[in-house]
């Protein structure tokens, strides 16, 4: 089955800086790769996702990339703000008709110091 | 829309009893997936349910099933519980042809 790991596991960053989260997943043929943001005490929220025919993606001060030929891929939050601070969760999935199952890593505790 | 919702939010057991979990997904979605959390173990992935059907399975024993209704309501039961199956239980849905999952806010599960 499928294998993702994260890192770093903890992440401190200062105010105004960009913050890097890295995951790397094992089936090749994984093609859909979700990471969630979940603050303490709520649920996972779904911040940003990727497809496998694609190699960057970005939305506002997120974005993420993707390498297919590495099997590796990586959130990038530039500007952190205080409210930024949260466990972040990579995902991958085979996205075909029949797949919802998501295989998670095992999460980055993001904390920005003002 | 209405988000997706679960209940209870919290419940206390004891090892030996069973306990069922329900889900309501978002309006019109029509698949349904269990996942457990904890510290140890992280997220991991327990079945998904789609049109009253179980497609996948995660690696949990047989303790754990589960059930979806024909409006795709969702439960999920645990019998003879154990003191590690203390964990937040959340469940996902998602629809159409998009991949995305939306999780709702968890069950928060406690075995003495």
């Given amino acids: 089955g499928e294998n993702v790991e994260q890192h770093p596991s903890t992440l401190s960053v200062q105010e105004g800086d960009s913050a890097v989260i890295k995951c790397t997943y094992s089936d090749s043929a994984s093609n859909y790769f979700p990471w969630y943001k979940q603050e303490l005490g709520k649920r996972p929220q779904l911040i940003i996702d990727i497809r496998s025919n694609v190699g960057e993606k970005k939305d506002q001060r997120i974005a993420v990339t993707l390498n297919k030929t590495a099997k590796h891929f990586s959130l990038h939050i530039t500007e952190t703000q205080p409210e930024d601070s949260a466990v972040y969760f990579c995902a991958a999935s085979q996205a075909s008709g029949s797949a919802r199952q998501l295989t998670f890593g095992s999460g980055t505790q993001l904390t920005v110091l003002p | ?112």
């Avoid at chain 2, 698949?31 to 059907?53: C, K």
Wanted: hydrophobic share 25%.
């Fill in chain 2, 1 to 112: 829309k209405a988000g997706v919702t679960q209940t209870p939010r919290y419940l206390i057991k004891t090892r030996g009893q069973q306990v069922t979990l329900s889900c309501s997904p978002i309006s019109g979605h029509r698949s349904v997936s269990w996942y457990q959390q904890t510290p140890g173990q992280g997220l991991q992935f327990l079945f998904e349910y789609f049109s009253e059907t179980q497609r996948n399975k995660g690696n949990f024993p047989g303790r754990f099933s589960g059930r979806q209704f024909s409006n795709s309501r969702s439960e999920m039961n645990v019998s003879t519980l154990e003191l590690g199956d203390s964990a937040l239980y959340l469940c996902a849905s998602s629809g159409g042809r998009g991949y995305e999952q939306y999780f709702g806010p968890g069950t928060r599960l406690t075995v003495t």
